[in-house]
């Protein structure tokens, strides 16, 4: 009786198996739908079309970019999570997708259970940001600076519960600093504040603020992530910089609707991984200060789970909220 259950176990992962493998092997067999939720010109647009168009010609299959902004990504996300688990929707996203879990009070959409990770594309290393007119130089001047000043310090963000939000959250809760928060909507009006000192500090995305950098219009301090940026070498980490343990590392990876095969998953990963490893790839993404990060499917999804708790802890620390 047990040989014949286990002959019969055998035939059915055989049945059910061998369709999975065939349908991964022939993938893709028609065009694939990449949704981008945000606005063409960003830095999810960017190495979305970038990398989706190098995976397009290696598989002889088009992939669309279709760009559905709104309520930071929310809108876009929605979209995916309701579509067919076939392999032929995918998302492009940031870290901001595991953020909208608790910032938002409901979502139409699980962000854990609807979704599977397919893989990192890059980093969007942040870094702590002042106007010239601070009396700042580093890290350490910055923090008793703020604790001299209590509450006199503004720091602008992209808007409650972004990346540069929550990355000063965190350095807020552990230095014990009293800075006041001005959020604005995007990227580019927070830097626009900061440069004009109507804020003093502000933690951006290296992309955002690169050009400002260079041209002396805006003086850096130290990098969110645990690694050095190529961008701005000569830049230390906060870790480094007296903020032991500091590490807060916004990314932007694919993702597909859960329930999608395995193997059209891995596919997927394999072929993104192939592209970042690309020399005029990784030359167009460190152009934009965007750090080409491969990552296996479960190092992906790993690094969602940690990112989920890290951010809803953060988030409840804030008080943020957005009906």
């Known amino acids: 009786m047990k040989a014949v259950l286990s002959i019969a176990s055998v035939a059915l992962v055989v049945a059910f198996g061998a369709p999975l493998a065939v349908q991964a092997q022939n993938y893709p067999a028609k065009v694939v739908r990449v949704v981008i939720p945000w606005p063409a010109g960003g830095s999810n647009d960017v190495v979305g079309r970038v990398v989706m168009q190098k995976v397009s010609e290696a598989l002889g299959q088009q992939f669309v970019i279709d ?23 995918i998302m492009v996203h940031s870290t901001t997708h595991v953020g909208n879990a608790h910032i938002y009070r409901k979502l139409a959409y699980d962000t854990m259970k609807d979704f599977t990770g ?31 000043r209590p509450g006199q310090i503004n ?32 990227g580019a009006p927070q830097v626009t504040a900061l440069m004009a000192g109507e804020t003093q500090a502000s933690f951006a995305t290296v992309g955002t603020v690169i050009n400002h950098i260079r041209g002396g219009k805006l003086r850096p301090l130290g ?39 395995r193997p059209i998953i891995d596919r997927l990963n394999a072929e993104i ?5 690309m020399p005029d790839v990784i030359k167009i993404l460190e152009n934009q200060a965007l750090d080409p990060s491969p990552s296996t499917v479960d190092q992906f999804n790993s690094i969602l ?19």
């Open 155 to 186: 720091y602008s963000s992209s808007g409650n519960g972004s990346a540069p939000h929550l990355q000063m959250a965190l350095l807020i809760s552990m230095t014990g600093i009293d800075i006041t928060h001005v959020p604005y909507k995007g």
């Open 67 to 89: 760009n559905r902004a709104g309520a930071s990504g929310s809108i876009g996300a929605d979209v995916v999570a309701k579509a067919a688990p076939d392999g032929y929707t």
């Open 273 to 277: 991984n192939k592209v970042l490893a």
């Open 305 to 323: 789970k940690a990112d989920y708790e890290k951010y809803g802890k953060l988030i409840k620390l804030t008080g943020a909220k957005v009906e």
């Open 223 to 261: 990098l969110g992530s645990t690694k050095p940026s190529k961008a701005l070498p000569n830049v230390p980490t906060l870790a480094e910089s007296g903020v032991p343990g500091y590490d807060m590392s916004p990314w932007i990876g694919v993702f597909v609707p859960a329930g999608t095969p």
């Open 118 to 148: 397919v893989g990192m594309l890059s980093a969007q290393p942040g870094v702590l940001t002042v106007h010239p007119s601070l009396p700042v130089k580093t890290v350490k001047e910055f923090i008793a600076l703020a604790k001299s």
